[in-house]
């Protein structure tokens, strides 16, 4: 399995952003899928989480509640973040990573099988 992780860039404060993650080597709807990020000087933190393992839920950081969105299209193998209303904070290289167990863990990065190289999400005010 690879994970392909694009969409970065830098914007201005305020704007929107969305990454793409596609998934190779298998089929997407069989895993449970994270974005995580990790800012300059800082551990790697979770960002937001789809989990489809008995059920259908998403789950965000408090940081970014009601500003980020996580979405995916198994027929594209894709997993998308949405992010607006982007802050400096925001800075980061952002990666996407895939869980083939049950999920419970979502926003804990040990229990993601599969990891994207990362896309750098720059952020200026």
């Known amino acids: 399995v690879q994970l392909q992780a694009f969409g970065g860039g830098s914007v201005q404060a305020g704007d929107s952003l969305r990454l793409s993650c596609v998934l190779s080597?298998?089929?997407?709807?069989?895993?449970?899928m994270g974005w995580f990020r990790q800012a300059p000087g800082k551990e790697r933190a979770f960002v937001a989480a789809?989990?489809?393992?008995?059920?259908?839920?998403?789950h965000f950081a408090d940081s970014v509640k009601g500003r980020f969105a996580i979405s995916r299209d198994d027929a594209k193998n894709t997993v998308y973040l949405q992010m607006n209303s982007l802050k400096p904070e925001d800075t980061a290289v952002y990666y996407c990573?895939?869980?083939?167990?049950?999920?419970?863990?979502?926003?804990?990065?040990?229990?993601?099988?599969?990891w994207g190289q990362g896309t750098l999400v720059t952020v200026s005010s």
């Open positions: 990573a895939a869980d083939a167990g049950t999920g419970s863990y979502y926003d804990n990065q040990k229990f993601y099988d599969y």
């Open positions: 080597g298998n089929t997407l709807s069989n895993y449970n």
């Open positions: 789809h989990v489809t393992y008995s059920g259908d839920s998403t």
